[in-house]
């Protein structure tokens, strides 16, 4: 059964870091595009940052980027989510997902709505205090 682990998620201070990795098993990962989405207490799921299945293409929502760098290794069937200079607005729980659609859809846009991926990791809490 596809499967897909978070870790790395923790409590760090307002400025710090944290690498947050998905673990994917039972898919054919070189070839699913993936994202990371975050959701906050009484907030819906959003979108935070996508990669495409060969890696070469990457997307940001604008409260991140520049400070999230997303990226994979298909050998290691594996992806990050660097976060730099956290704000305690990243605090969220966070989930990684993977499209297997991404190779079909490959010369169309990365994907940054949730309907559009298919398996989700169990979620990683991230929180940052001031």
């Known amino acids: 059964q596809e499967q897909l682990v978070e870790s790395g998620g923790g409590l760090v201070q307002a400025g710090g870091s944290l690498r947050l990795s998905c673990t994917a098993s039972?898919?054919?990962?070189?070839?699913?595009?993936a994202g990371w989405f975050r959701q906050a207490p009484g907030k819906e799921r959003e979108f935070v940052a996508a990669i495409g299945w060969a890696g070469d293409k990457t997307a940001y929502s604008v409260s991140v980027q520049d400070r999230f760098t997303i990226a994979r290794d298909n050998a290691k069937n594996t992806m990050w989510l660097q976060m730099n200079s956290l704000k305690s607005d990243d605090t969220a729980v966070y989930y990684c997902?993977?499209?297997?659609?991404?190779?079909?859809?490959?010369?169309?846009?990365?994907?940054?709505?949730?309907?559009?991926?298919?398996?989700w990791g169990q979620g990683t809490q991230v929180t940052v205090s001031s």
């Open positions: 997902a993977t499209d297997r659609q991404a190779y079909r859809n490959r010369y169309g846009p990365l994907p940054q709505t949730r309907t559009q991926y298919d398996v």
């Open positions: 039972g898919q054919t990962f070189t070839q699913y595009g």
